[in-house]
C-alpha cells in the first residue's frame, strides 16, 4: 500500500489519533459509557438550532443545484427528525453492552484459564450519502461498542454534518470518553483514502445505493459491512393458500418497494399459476406495479412485457415485479440461489415439506416461510438496533445489531505454564473443564 | 470478473458440481455425516499400499528435483503418519456436529417465529503444499461439517494427493455423501483460477508458508482463513517473577521455532533488565538461539548484534529472537500493537493490575499472562481440531476449529403475516419473546 501526499499523512494522523482514543474508550465501563451517550444527547439537544440552522443552508445549496427531489427530501433534517434522532441515541444508551461477554470459559489445565471476550473491533468507517441524522445514530452505536469512528458524509450535507459531529465532540468533552474517538472528514479525496486504511480502520459501513456500496467493496481490503443488491423471491408453491400467497405478493412488492427487502421476482408453480396468477396480477396493477413474465406467464397475464435475462438480475427498487413460472419446487430453488442476492427469500406454502426444502436448500440470509420478505430487519428481529445488513456468506450475517460491531479475544491465564510440559513422553493431559 | 478459456469453465463446471452435491450434503443428518467419514477412513485403510506407494514416487521425483531437505520432510508420508491420519478422520466423527444449533429461538409476534440456525459456508478451497496428509484432515472436517471441497495440493505432492482423493472418493460412494462433494485439482494455474471463483467458493484456507499465503490473501476476493505473520511478543515486566520469566521465554522460543506462535520479540522492562537479561541470554544461548538487541539491551549483553527495524517486524521461524529494552508497560503494548501480528502476545507479571491492562490493551487474538504463547492451538483450546489460526480483526478470529466452517441463517415462519400491520397508526406491536 502506497499513500502519498499531504492529504493522506493529514488522514493517517487523523486515524492514529482515533485509534489511540479509541484504545481508552474499549475498555470503559458500560456505565461511563452511557454517560457518554446521554451527554451526546444533551449537547445535540443544546445545538438544535445551529445544527437546523446548518442544514438549512446545505439543502439551500443543494437546491440551487439541482440535486434530485429524493435525495434532497434525504439529506432535510427538520426537528421532528432530529427529536427521533437524538431520541434513537437515548435507546442505544438503553441496549445492553456487547462487550466484555464471556463466551468460553475453560480450565485447559490446573491454574491455566482460557476464556474468550467479547471486545471492541477498534475503529469504524463510516461513508454516508445525505441522511445527515446517520451520523447521529452510527455515532452512538460505536460509543456503546467502544469503538472510534471515522465519519465521512455526503458532501451536500457537509454544513449539517459538521454542526452534528462538533455537538457531538462538545457532548462528549464532558465524559470520559476522549472527542478524538469521534472524526469526521469532508472531502470526497479523503472517501479513497479511508478505504485504503487497512492498517487503521477495521470495518468499514457504506450507506447508499447499490453502486456506491459495491464501488467501496471493490476498493478496499478492509472488512465491508452492507450488501450491494436486494433481489428477494416470493415462491408460491402448488400448496399455497391462495390468501396469502396474495397478502404476501403485495406486502412484499408495495409496502415500501426501495427497500432492500422488497421482493423483485415472483415464482410461481406451474399447477397453481393459471388460479391464482390473475388474481395476483389484479391486485398487483391496482396498485399500480408493473408486471413482466416469461413466456408462460404471459400467456395467461395479457398484455405485460417480457422479462428478460436481466430482469431475473435486476433490483427494481421500484413498482415493478417479474414473474417466472416454474414446474418444480427444485426449479425454484435454483432459480433463486442462481440469481438471488443471497438477502432474504420466502415460500408461501402449506406443505410442510415443501417449506422444510425451501428454508434448508436456499441460500440466503433469511428464509421465510408464509410471511412477508419485509420483516428483514434488525429492529424487526428484536436487535434494538440495526448496524446494516449483510449478504455474505460468512457471519455476520443478514440483519446485523451491535453485535456485528464487536469482535472477540481469547485470554489464557497461567502461572507460570509452558507448552514442553504437555509433550512428549511424559506429557501432562489437558483437563478442556469448561467453567460456564 | 472475466474468466476466459479452457482451463477456467472446466474448473467452473467443477465447481458448480461441488456446489450442487454440496448442497445435499448440507442437510445430512449428524449419522449420516458420521457413517460417511467412516468410510473415509475404511476406504483410506485398505488404499493404503497404494497411497504409500504413490508417496515413494512422489518423493523420488521430489529427490531427483533437488526439493529443499524440510519440504522432502513434509513429503514424506510413512505408515505411521498415515495411520496417524486414519485415527484423525475418525477423531472429526467423535467431534459434535456444528449444523443446525439454534443461535437464536425468538417469538416476534403471535405465530411469527424468528431461528438463527448454523449451517455450512457450501463450498471450501483449500490450498495446500507438501503435506499430502493435509487433505486427510481437511477433508472430514468438510464433510463433518456439511461443506463440498475443492483441494489444490502441492504439484510435488500430486500422485499422493490423487491416491488419497481417489480413496476417499471410493469410500463416499457407498455413503449419503455424493463423492462430487470432493474434489482435486492438479495444475498449478488452476490455483489462480480458484480464486477468481468467489461466485462457487466460500472460503479458502491456504496452508503453507507466510508469503505464500500473503499471495492467496492479496489475490481473492473469496474470505481467507489463515494468517501471514505470527509476530508474537512476550513481555517481562518489572514486577515479573524471573524463574517463570526464564522459562517462559524458553519454551516460548524454543520449543518449537517454526510454529507461528512461537516469540520473535522480547520486550524488557528497565527495571528488572539488568538482573533477569543475563540469565536469560545464559538459557537462550545455551540452546542454540542468536540474540539481536536494542543498544540499551547490548548495553547489558555483550557481543550480540544490533537489532535493526526490520527485526521488529521480521517473524525469524528459527532460532533467532530480538529483544528491545522498555521503560514502561505503555512503551511494550505500543510497541505490540505497533509491530505485532494481532496472533498471540504474552505478559509474565506478578502484579495484577499490570496484567490486566496488558490483556486488555494489546490488540491481539491472543492475550496471555503467565504462560507460553505456544498454548494457541485449536488441540490445547479444546476445539477438538483446528482449521487454521486466524489474524483478522473480526471473527472468526485466533485458532479456528469447526465453527470456522459454519455459518448461519434466519428462518422466519408465519401464517401470513406482512409487515403493513405492523406500521401506521394502528401499528401492531411485537413480543420480541425469547423461546430459548
Redesign the interface.
Known amino acids: 500500500m502506497t499513500i502519498s501526499g499531504d492529504n493522506s499523512s493529514n488522514l493517517i494522523a487523523i486515524a492514529k489519533k482515533t485509534r489511540q482514543a479509541a484504545?481508552k474508550l474499549?475498555?470503559l465501563s458500560t456505565e461511563a459509557k452511557n454517560q457518554a451517550i446521554e451527554a451526546i444527547a444533551q449537547a445535540l439537544e443544546s445545538a438544535k438550532e445551529e445544527i437546523l440552522q446548518a442544514n438549512v443552508a446545505d439543502c439551500q445549496v443543494a437546491a440551487k443545484e439541482g440535486i434530485a427531489k429524493p435525495l434532497y427530501k434525504r439529506l432535510q433534517l427538520d426537528e421532528h427528525k432530529l427529536r427521533d434522532a437524538i431520541a434513537g441515541v437515548r435507546d442505544v444508551g438503553k441496549l445492553p453492552d456487547p462487550v466484555g461477554a464471556v463466551q468460553i470459559h475453560?480450565e485447559?489445565d490446573t491454574g491455566?484459564i482460557?476464556k474468550r471476550i467479547a471486545c471492541p473491533?477498534?475503529v469504524l468507517g463510516i461513508i454516508f450519502e445525505a441522511r445527515p441524522e446517520a451520523a447521529i445514530q452510527i455515532v452512538s452505536l460505536a460509543i456503546k461498542s467502544g469503538n472510534g469512528v471515522i465519519l465521512k458524509g455526503g458532501k451536500e450535507a457537509i454544513r449539517s454534518c459538521e454542526a452534528i459531529v462538533k455537538a457531538i465532540k462538545q457532548g462528549l468533552s464532558q465524559t470520559a470518553v476522549n472527542p478524538d474517538a469521534v472524526q469526521l472528514l469532508t472531502t470526497r479525496e479523503e472517501t479513497l483514502e479511508l478505504l485504503k486504511l487497512d492498517k487503521y480502520v477495521?470495518?468499514i459501513i457504506p450507506r447508499g445505493s447499490n453502486s456506491f456500496v459495491r464501488f467501496v467493496q471493490e476498493n478496499t481490503r478492509i472488512?465491508v459491512l452492507g450488501h450491494a443488491d436486494g433481489i428477494c423471491h416470493l415462491c408460491i408453491d402448488k400448496a399455497a393458500?391462495i390468501?396469502?400467497a396474495i397478502?404476501?405478493t403485495?406486502?412484499?412488492k408495495i409496502?415500501?418497494p426501495a427497500a432492500c427487502n422488497a421482493i423483485e421476482t415472483l415464482l410461481i408453480h406451474a399447477d397453481i399459476a393459471p388460479k391464482i396468477l390473475p388474481k395476483i396480477a389484479e391486485s398487483l396493477q391496482a396498485q399500480n406495479v408493473e408486471l413482466r413474465g416469461d413466456e408462460r406467464t404471459r400467456k395467461i397475464l395479457n398484455n405485460i412485457p417480457a422479462a428478460t435475462e436481466e430482469d431475473w438480475e435486476t433490483e427494481y427498487s421500484d413498482l415493478i415485479l417479474s414473474i417466472k413460472i416454474v414446474d418444480s419446487l427444485e426449479e425454484a430453488i435454483a432459480h433463486i440461489?442462481d440469481y438471488g442476492s443471497k438477502h432474504t427469500d420466502a415460500i408461501v406454502t402449506e406443505d410442510e415439506e415443501a417449506?422444510k426444502t425451501f428454508?434448508?436448500?436456499v441460500?440466503?440470509?433469511?428464509?421465510?416461510?408464509?410471511?412477508?420478505t419485509?420483516?428483514?430487519d434488525g429492529f424487526?428481529?428484536?436487535f434494538g438496533a440495526e448496524v446494516g445488513i449483510s449478504t455474505?456468506?460468512?457471519?455476520p450475517?443478514?440483519?446485523v445489531g451491535l453485535e456485528g460491531l464487536v469482535?472477540?479475544?481469547?485470554?489464557?491465564?497461567?502461572?507460570?505454564?509452558?507448552?514442553?510440559n504437555?509433550?512428549g513422553a511424559d506429557a501432562k493431559s489437558?483437563t478442556?473443564k469448561n467453567l460456564i
Open positions: 484504545l474499549a475498555v475453560r485447559l491455566l482460557l473491533l477498534g477495521d470495518l472488512p393458500d390468501d396469502k397478502a404476501i403485495v406486502d412484499a409496502q415500501y440461489n417449506a428454508l434448508a436448500l441460500n440466503a440470509a433469511g428464509v421465510y416461510h408464509n410471511c412477508s419485509r420483516f428483514a424487526r428481529y428484536g455474505q456468506q460468512m457471519p450475517r443478514g440483519p469482535t472477540y479475544k481469547y485470554q489464557v491465564t497461567g502461572d507460570g505454564h509452558i507448552v514442553a504437555y509433550t489437558f478442556h
